[in-house]
Nanobody, 125 residues
Framework: QVQLVESGGGLVQTGDSLKLSCAIS????????MGWFRQAPGKERELVAA????????YHSDSVKGRFTISRDNAKKTVYLQMNSLKPEDTAVYYC??????????????????WGQGTQVTVSS
């Protein structure tokens, strides 16, 4: 059984930082790509960052490049999203998700099979 639990969201001001965490429970010896998505009210869900199992493939969307950084600790089964220089347009519910294809780069937003419950990030101006 696969479970993902996000934490770290909250209300911050423009220019502040937040670090989201995603704790993962998977069957032993699982290998998977990880991604962070966000969805703002009235907008489509957006893949903002992804990382392959090995970490040799990393993706950040243009909207967050240079401000957000995805990282993972496979031993701790945790994925992180460090968010710096936050803007009001970053306000959204943030979800972590698993693409359980072993060699995936994580860049195909349609390939994600497992999702967390989401954590709200609100950036005030």
């Amino acid at each position: 059984q696969v479970q993902l639990v996000e934490s770290g969201g909250g209300l911050v001001q423009t220019g502040d930082s937040l670090k989201l965490s995603c704790a993962i429970s998977t069957p032993p010896f699982s290998m998977y790509a990880m991604g962070w998505f966000r969805q703002a009210p009235g907008k489509e869900r957006e893949l903002v960052a992804a990382m392959s199992w090995s970490g040799d493939s990393i993706y950040h969307s243009d909207s967050v490049k240079g401000r957000f950084t995805i990282s993972r600790d496979n031993a701790k089964k945790t994925v992180y999203l460090q968010m710096n220089s936050l803007k009001p347009e970053d306000t959204a519910v943030y979800y972590c998700a698993i693409d359980n294809r072993r060699t995936s780069t994580g860049r195909d937003p349609l390939a994600y099979a497992y999702w967390g419950q989401g954590t709200q990030v609100t950036v005030s101006s």
